[in-house]
Every structure is written in C-alpha cells, then in structure tokens.
C-alpha cells in the first residue's frame, strides 16, 4: 500500500508543469490616515509664594573654624549671634575590629576607626540654657548633659530560690540471686 502511495505521488508530480510562475497582485494602496496636530495651552501654574518674613534673620554666625590634617584628624566649631556654640573634633584611632567569614569563624585584625568629642551650647525660645557633651568610640555614643533624662538606679538584692533540706527516697538493696541461664 505504501509503495502505491509513493508511486502515484511521483506521478502526480512528473504530470505537473516544470515552471510554476507565482500570481501577482498589485500592491495595496490606501490614504494616509491625517490627524490633526494637537494643541495644548501653557500650564497654569501659580507663582511661589516665598515667605521672605525670617523671624531668625537676625542670627548670623560670629565665627566659624574648620581645620583637617594630614593624619585624618579634624576639628571645627562655629558660634553664633544668639550665642549658639557647637565644636567637634575628631581622631583616627587603630581599633581592635572583628569580621566573619561565611562558616561563622571570627577574624580579630586592628582597623581605623574614628573617634569624636564634642559639646553644644544653646538657649531655649523659653530663656533655658543647654549644655551637651558627647563622645564617640568604641564604647558608643556617650552624651551627657543636665537635661538629659538619666534612667533610675535600682538598689534591691536578686531573690534567691529557696533551698529544701531533706533526703531524696532511695531503693533498698535487694541482695542478687540468679534465677535462670543469664548471659
């Protein structure tokens, strides 16, 4: 059955013309769709309304330094009309630093690390005059001042679980007998 298949198959195609010219068709031709330009207005945005009323406009600052140094270290402080004062200094120090790899193990090696002091001086709207301190290192952030709220001190002695005196049951001794082959 297969081989009639296939032989009138290459019958069929001896039968057919050698050259098979292809139909043309003209190419479609159809109108430029025209839209029409659009026109937008300007926006209408309202001018900025600048407050040029400053009720600190008439602070300026008195002095000002700010110095930096070949070694990382550095220092600056201003001072203002209302006698705001801030300065600051800062040093590079070598800081035992610690890293961890991806299995947990820790790596001890000394990094640079910085190290700030400072203190801010300044008066409240109300008349109160402030004074912070602070100081910046290994063990963190360190402000001080009198308005600061200091966290309350707790004198009292850990309680203690109680201890019972007495003897804990234990199981006679039974002399041992043999009572079948064992192993």
Known sequence: ??????????????????SYK??????????????????YPAPAYPAPAYNKDNKYA????????????????SQWSYA???YTTR???QVQKKMQGVAYDSYGK???????????????????PEGQKFTLTW??????????GDHLPVAPVHEYELPV??????????????PYSRTGLGY
């Open 87 to 89: 300065e600051e200094s």
């Open 106 to 124: 820790a790596t001890y090696e000394d990094v640079m690390g910085n190290t700030n002091k400072g203190s801010s001086y300044w008066v409240s």
């Open 161 to 174: 679980a109680p201890v019972h005196e007495y003897e804990l049951p234990v199981a006679p001794a039974v």
């Open 58 to 73: 008439d602070i300026t600052i008195t002095s000002q330094s700010d110095e930096r140094n070949l070694d990382g270290s």
């Open 22 to 39: 292809a139909p043309s068709y003209p190419a479609p031709s159809y109108p430029a769709p025209k839209y029409p330009t659009p026109s």
């Open 135 to 144: 100081v910046a290192d290994e063990g963190g952030f360190q402000p001080k």
């Open 1 to 18: 059955m297969k081989l009639f298949v296939i032989a009138a198959f290459l019958a069929v195609a001896a039968a057919a013309p050698s």
């Open 80 to 82: 203002q009309s209302d």
